[in-house]
């Protein structure tokens, strides 16, 4: 089955506790992306990855970091957590080419709360 | 950059009426892509549909249609015949045409009663 993956789903850690979320898929994606969805923000977008080896800043980096050693893995690194990185976060990935045909499929979500 | 505005935070419909969300853009493109994604509890995001700017022909997808009004800046939801598994988010998006960062607005909740 065709999916995008993230692990855990749910995580309760504290503050400065170094932490991954990994994301996974399985459909031979170039793009791959992280979003963290907030109350009243809607989703706003944290870094992304055109290829493997190659990522950029989103809307919203600050605190995060990525890697994209395969194509097909896309973890989300927080370093040093805090209270405010609390949230829901999405990870997606699309083909490459043209982005407008390339539907961006979703992982189901990990909620993260940072004491 | 480009912001997207759903101005009702709160809708509810009943079952079998129809029901329209709205959604407004601002850009300076000219091409670009817009979607509509939903969130049910289960919080999976699920494309609704999609529309390109430079189509004049609004997109259908079953019960769910699209109202786009490019110059207007404004791409709203019809969803007739609502259902009782209609009841999510619903978060209206923007794509440039050069890009691929989904830019979404802050979603409107949409709960169909029997």
Redesign the interface.
């Known amino acids: 089955e065709a999916q995008v993956t993230q692990n855990p789903r749910y995580l309760i850690t504290v503050t400065g506790k170094k932490l991954t979320v990994t994301c996974s898929q399985n459909m031979n994606h170039e793009y791959m992306s992280w979003y963290r969805q907030d109350p009243g923000l809607g989703l706003r977008q944290i870094y992304y990855s055109m290829n493997v080896e190659v990522t950029d800043k989103g809307d919203v980096p600050e605190g995060y970091k990525v890697s994209r050693k395969e194509k097909r893995n896309f973890p989300l690194i927080l370093e040093s957590p805090s209270p405010n990185q609390t949230s829901l976060y999405f990870c997606a990935s699309s083909f490459a080419g043209l982005a407008s045909y390339n539907e961006q499929f979703f992982g189901p979500g990990t909620r993260l709360t940072v004491l | 950059a480009q912001t997207?505005t759903q101005s009702q935070t709160e809708m509810s419909v009943q079952e079998a009426e129809t029901v329209t969300l709205s959604c407004t853009y601002d850009t300076s493109e000219n091409n670009y892509?817009l979607f509509w994604y939903k969130q049910p509890p289960?919080?999976?995001?699920i494309?609704v549909i999609?529309q390109?700017a430079y189509k004049q022909q609004n997109a259908t997808e079953n019960r769910f249609s699209v109202n786009f009004q490019k110059a207007a800046k404004s791409f709203s939801l019809k969803i007739s015949d609502s259902q009782l598994g209609d009841t999510a988010m619903y978060?209206c998006a923007f794509?440039k045409?050069?890009?691929?960062?989904?830019n979404?607005?802050?979603?409107t909740s949409l709960l169909v009663t029997p």
């Open positions: 997207v892509y289960s919080r999976q995001m494309l999609r390109e978060f794509m045409d050069s890009g691929y960062a989904l979404f607005g802050k979603g």
